[in-house]
């Protein structure tokens, strides 16, 4: 039971968080590389942010909205 603990932290720290301890070592040299991929995660939401807004803005002039309930109210 003991090595498949083992395995799972020689996975985990020796292989998937490698590029993060990369990102670390960047940091020290520049800021803006080591945050790289944040500018894009950011420059991503606010593209598609802009195209829902920009969704809605279609939907909303195409759309014939009754406020009404029901027949017998209007």
């Given at each position: 039971m003991r090595s498949l603990f083992e395995a799972?932290?020689?996975l985990?720290?020796?292989v998937l968080?490698?590029?993060l301890d990369w990102l670390r070592a960047l940091e020290l040299e520049t800021w803006f590389g080591a945050n790289l991929l944040n500018w894009?995660?950011?420059g991503v939401c606010v593209y598609y942010t802009w195209y829902w807004i920009r969704q809605?803005?279609?939907t909303k002039e195409t759309?014939?909205?009754d406020t009404t309930?029901?027949?017998f109210l209007g």
């Open positions: 799972i932290q020689w985990f720290v020796d968080y490698k590029p894009i995660f950011m809605i803005g279609i759309d014939v909205q309930a029901h027949s």
